[in-house]
């Protein structure tokens, strides 16, 4: 007699994919992508998270694959192992600045949140943030990215956005012009922004987040620009920033050298 299937495992399991393929997403999102009830996703969820799969990200109540999910897939993204680690580093930033911060990643010409503290600094200025689209230059993520990455994959990404019909694109059609600030980004050592057409109330700046010479993604500080000039903003946010970056890729390349140790042991 051929045993009964788990509904139950099932629907857990489509969870999971549904997680997988969203990145980051609240239980409402993945109700919907799984096709499971709600109220199932959440006990789904709490089992998850209690055996440590899934995290739930402090800033949104989005939920993303935790680290230990490396245990069952190599097929573990980047970004996820950025989001997971950065997530606790992003609130002691925004717990010693009071500005909200995020963590963004590359995706085509876009920069991508995909972790925040907007909803938790007490400073915030902006909510839903998490899954918004980065210009990369406009925005300090995506000055500090392009400015820092390889010279090919610079050339080849501002060529991409030189041929984009977005207008957030438009400044790489002025060589000169995109020349001239990823020159001024790499002087300063950050991706700077006060203002601007599409975020006119704030101010940013943005350091990368580094694998080698691999630019991983890029953490970033938020303020009201009516309230802080760039100036004062750099000089509240600057230091606290590089040590949450420095912890980052710290805890990064630790995780990586006990992976190789444990890969190590295992081929013994």
Same mark, same amino acid.
């Given at each position: 007699m051929q045993p009964k299937a788990s509904r139950s495992f099932?629907? #857990?399991?489509?969870?999971?994919?549904?997680?997988?393929?969203? %990145?980051?997403?609240?239980?409402?999102?993945?109700?919907?992508?799984?096709? =499971?009830?709600?109220?199932?996703?959440? &006990?789904?969820?709490?089992?998850?998270?209690?055996l440590g799969y899934v995290r739930r990200s402090p800033g949104d109540d989005r939920y993303?694959?935790?680290?230990?999910?490396?245990g069952l897939s190599e097929g573990f993204e980047d970004e996820h192992w950025i989001s997971a680690v950065a997530a606790p580093v992003?609130?002691? +930033?925004?717990?010693?600045?009071?500005?909200?911060?995020? =963590?963004?990643? +590359?995706?085509?010409?876009?920069?991508?949140? &995909?972790?925040?503290?907007?909803? =938790?600094?007490?400073?915030?200025?902006? &909510?839903?943030?998490?899954?918004?689209?980065?210009?990369? +230059? #406009?925005?300090?993520? %995506?000055?500090?990215?392009?400015?820092?990455?390889?010279a090919a994959e610079?050339?080849? +990404?501002?060529?991409?956005?030189? &041929?984009?019909?977005?207008?957030?694109?438009?400044?790489?059609r002025d060589t000169a012009y995109a020349e001239r600030v990823i020159a001024a980004?790499?002087?300063?050592?950050y991706g700077l922004r006060q203002g601007g057409p599409i975020w006119p109330h704030?101010?940013?700046?943005?350091l990368p987040i580094m694998d080698g010479d691999r630019v991983l993604g890029c953490i970033s500080a938020i303020w009201m620009a009516r309230v802080i000039g760039h100036d004062e903003g750099v000089e509240r946010c600057l230091a606290p920033l590089r040590g949450a970056k420095a912890t980052i890729e710290a805890?990064?390349?630790? #995780?990586?050298?006990?992976?190789? #140790?444990?890969?190590?042991?295992?081929?013994?």
């Open positions: 099932a629907r #857990g399991l489509a969870v999971l994919e549904a997680l997988n393929r969203l %990145g980051s997403a609240t239980a409402l999102m993945l109700a919907k992508e799984s096709k =499971v009830p709600r109220a199932t996703v959440y &006990r789904l969820l709490q089992t998850l998270l209690d993303q694959l935790s680290l230990k999910i490396r992003l609130l002691d +930033l925004t717990k010693s600045i009071s500005w909200p911060c995020d =963590v963004s990643t +590359l995706e085509g010409i876009r920069m991508i949140i &995909r972790d925040t503290t907007h909803r =938790v600094a007490p400073l915030s200025i902006d &909510r839903n943030m998490v899954g918004r689209e980065l210009p990369l +230059l #406009g925005s300090s993520a %995506g000055l500090a990215y392009i400015a820092f990455t390889s610079r050339t080849t +990404l501002l060529s991409l956005l030189a &041929r984009s019909e977005d207008p957030a694109d438009a400044p790489a980004t790499q002087r300063l050592g704030s101010g940013a700046m943005a805890r990064l390349t630790a #995780g990586a050298n006990q992976d190789a #140790g444990l890969s190590t042991s295992r081929a013994d």
